[in-house]
């Protein structure tokens, strides 16, 4: 029978990212991975490295999917942060993710990723829209988008939270209403 290498890597990666999800990086096992995506530890080792690489392009992965369905637009952060809430809800396991990895890189350089590249990017298209008057300046650019983030995982780390369609939409509304008196002059 033929290996199909691509299709086991995507295995693995997508029982990366729900193990990683649940434990973080050092409750993670690669045990478990190696079971839940059908391929043994050894071809885990030898498509990624090591337990922290692998998570390294889990995360990455996950970023770029999430970043490539958000687009900012700086003459609309309200809708920019909604549509980033959106994206939280429909895949919690992005949040999750990266909190436990922020939790337990222990002061690990982040300028490696993708997400610490993209935030750098929309940090200078903030900076550059509060020096074309598009947004005020009431805030430094990177304490903005910072912000903004945090608006958009409301609710992402609270017990029972709002769960109806009718809650959601009172959340998203609420967290656009936020940013707009953010960004208004």
Do not use: C
Request: aromatic share 8%; glycine share 6%; proline share 3%.
């Amino acid at each position: 029978m033929k290996r199909d290498a691509q299709a086991t890597r995507q295995r693995i990666l997508e029982a990366a990212t729900a193990e990683f999800s649940r434990y973080g990086i050092a409750g993670a096992r690669v045990d478990r991975i190696a079971a839940a995506s059908g391929s043994n530890k050894s071809l885990i080792y030898v498509y990624f490295e090591s337990k922290e690489n692998l998570l390294r392009v889990v995360a990455d992965e996950l970023v770029k999917h999430y970043i490539e369905n958000v687009r900012l637009d700086v003459r609309d952060l309200p809708e920019f942060a909604a549509q980033m809430y959106d994206q939280n809800q429909a895949y919690p396991e992005v949040v999750r993710l990266l909190s436990w990895n922020r939790l337990e890189s222990g002061g690990a350089d982040p300028s490696e990723t993708y997400a610490y590249e993209d935030a750098g990017a929309k940090v200078r298209l903030l900076e550059q829209a509060q020096q074309e008057g598009v947004i005020n300046r009431r805030l430094p650019p990177a304490l903005l988008l910072e912000f903004i983030v945090a608006l958009s995982q409301t609710g992402m780390h609270t017990v029972g939270g709002m769960t109806s369609p009718d809650d959601q939409a009172q959340r998203r509304q609420a967290i656009k209403d936020a940013v707009q008196r953010l960004v208004e002059s």
